[in-house]
């Protein structure tokens, strides 16, 4: 067996997730941690950046980089009262940087906070009853759930089950709050065990979905654990359980590669929180821990085979997995405006450009959302298509809602194309250290570019799923677009085309390490072609692939 990797060792020595932080934060003689805590500090929910944009100029000034935190919200199903959304609306603008960045986890995350202000950060998240434990690491991350508010009843009866396998699957050591919140001391300095995770927790990031057909919002199959809730007479009878499913690669690394998830059978909810922990216990067993681009369960399951790991999961459990349940994916876009839910209450879903809540020239996001804030008596509930639903709003609020969207100009999903509505990026430059090219900062630019081939063509009004990333570890899920581009290097992508309309099926590479006029030639005349040749509701990524032009990709 090879040795493990250097993280296997920090994780190991970390004393149940403790290393050095405290240490590393009380030191005021840089902004920065000690190495081996900016490992463990994933698992305390952020990550330590800087500031690429001026490395150079402060490289020159013998400044050490400009080091900052990006702290990530743990809420499953991306719900949040209006008290959590004021409080973390005021530690935007007085700790971070003054945007809120809504995810396609459903989490919220804070970006620019300053060493300094990190404990206080925290404590100020947790008392309106929210963390950020197990946000990020080598551990199950924030529990997702369709949004959808045309599915009142069924979001209702899905939602406890979110949340049970959410607790669950937290870790039970107590150094979050020792380190945060200034709980007590274990007596040893740690706890006596970690039952579900072990010393060294998961050999990666390990990633959960709950999902109501026929609305595919959360990608379902891009996960390494999926739940597809089974209805019978408008009753949750159950979920069909996937496996296996992540979409991370390397470039040039053949060895890695995005997966589509094998859904293995059916289980009651009874059954629930048991194969969720057997899942990931078979994977804290069996993936690999010495070379980490190998370590996601998608590995697990081709090195074993889904054959294996099934058997192996019914050994756990201790019950055999019954047949998969009839099922069936429409689309996995957001239904934006207002919609009735059954219950009298109404919800409104408002398009979030990239997923950021900012005051930027007449679309002031971050004030008006405040000002819903005060008001509203229902709740929050994030996309995992980056964008917000104000939720369960009672009859009588409705026109003073409708009136400060549109004074704060927070109505634009009613004015913008399909393809900029449904489009989606990841954070990107500046901050993310593994970022190649630009993405957030350069979908609005890039999308207006590809919308003026759409008009050429009598197009504009078309849906067509785009994604960008920096890189190729696809947090905004590019392998399941229509159109994706996937930063090689500053100003250059590779091209992948193909995706269907339901995150159901993978794209595939058309061109390589191209730059911005080689991609808008490349996709003029096949969006030319499209609209001439395209049956009345044939999408874009299903008319690629009845011309021939990309060809299926294996799962």
């Known amino acids: 067996m090879s040795n493990p990797s250097e993280v296997e060792g920090i994780k190991a020595r970390s004393q149940f997730l403790r290393g ?88 919220f995350q804070l970006h620019g906070v300053l060493k300094r202000n990190l404990k206080a950060t925290i404590q100020g998240i947790s008392s309106v009853a929210l963390d950020t434990i197990a946000a990020c690491g080598d551990i199950n991350r924030n529990v997702i759930l369709s949004a959808n508010p045309e599915q009142t009843d069924a979001w209702q009866q899905v939602y406890p089950h979110v949340q049970a396998v959410a607790t669950h699957l937290l870790p039970k050591t107590k150094a979050y709050h020792e380190i945060w919140l200034d709980g007590e001391l274990v007596e040893g300095g740690e706890p006596e065990e970690e039952p579900i995770y072990g010393p060294t927790y998961l050999p990666r990031k390990f990633k959960t979905a709950f999902v109501v057909p026929p609305v595919n919002d959360v990608d379902v199959f891009a996960h390494d654990m999926g739940f597809i809730a089974i209805f019978e007479h408008g009753k949750l009878v159950g979920f069909n359980v996937s496996v296996g499913g992540g979409l991370g690669s390397t470039h040039g690394d053949k060895t890695t590669y995005p997966r589509l998830a094998d859904v293995i059978g059916f289980v009651t909810p009874e059954q629930l929180l048991s194969v969720s922990e057997h899942i990931l216990t078979t994977q804290r067993d069996h993936g690999e821990r010495s070379v980490r681009k190998h370590a996601r369960l998608k590995y697990t399951i081709a090195k074993h085979g889904i054959d294996w790991f099934k058997r192996e999961l019914e050994a756990r459990t201790g019950f055999p997995l019954a047949p998969a349940r009839a099922f069936k994916f429409d689309h996995n876009g957001d239904r934006f405006g207002w919609v009735d839910g059954s219950d009298g209450r109404a919800h409104l879903t408002l398009h979030i450009d990239g997923g950021r809540v900012a005051d930027r020239g007449d679309k002031r996001l971050l004030s008006g959302l405040r000002e819903i804030a005060k008001i509203h008596g229902g709740d929050f509930r994030l996309t995992p298509n980056q964008n917000l639903v104000i939720a369960n709003v009672p009859a009588r609020q409705r026109a003073r809602i409708d009136a400060l969207v549109a004074e704060y100009g ?65 947090c905004a899920r590019p392998w399941l677009a229509e159109v994706g581009l996937i930063g090689k290097a500053p100003g250059r992508y590779n091209l992948y085309l193909g995706g269907d309309a339901a ?53």
């Open 20 to 107: 050095t932080l405290k240490e590393s934060v009380a030191d005021d003689h840089t902004g920065a941690i000690r190495a081996d805590d900016t490992t463990i500090i994933k698992f305390h929910g952020s990550y330590q950046q800087d500031d690429r944009d001026l490395r150079a100029e402060r490289a020159e000034q013998k400044l050490e980089p400009l080091y900052s935190f990006m702290l990530r919200v743990r809420m499953p199903a991306g719900v949040a009262t209006p008290a959590q959304w004021l409080k973390l609306d005021e530690l935007a603008r007085t700790v971070g940087n003054e945007t809120l960045k809504l995810t396609t986890r459903q989490a």
């Open 410 to 474: 927070l109505g634009q999903y009613a004015h913008v194309t399909p393809l900029r509505r449904d489009a989606l990026a990841c954070v990107s430059l500046p901050t993310c250290s593994l970022a190649m090219a630009e993405a957030e900062r350069y979908l609005p630019e890039f999308v207006g570019k590809v919308e003026q081939l759409l008009q050429r063509h009598g197009l504009l009004s078309f849906p067509l799923n785009l994604r960008i990333t920096g890189c190729p570890n696809g």
């Open 503 to 555: 995150g159901t099926r993978f794209n595939q590479l058309h061109q390589e390490n191209i730059d911005e006029p080689t991609i808008l030639a490349t996709l003029e005349p096949l969006i030319a072609r499209f609209a001439k040749e395209r049956s009345a509701t044939e999408r874009f990524g299903d008319w690629l692939h009845r011309a021939q032009i990309v060809t299926p990709v294996a799962a």
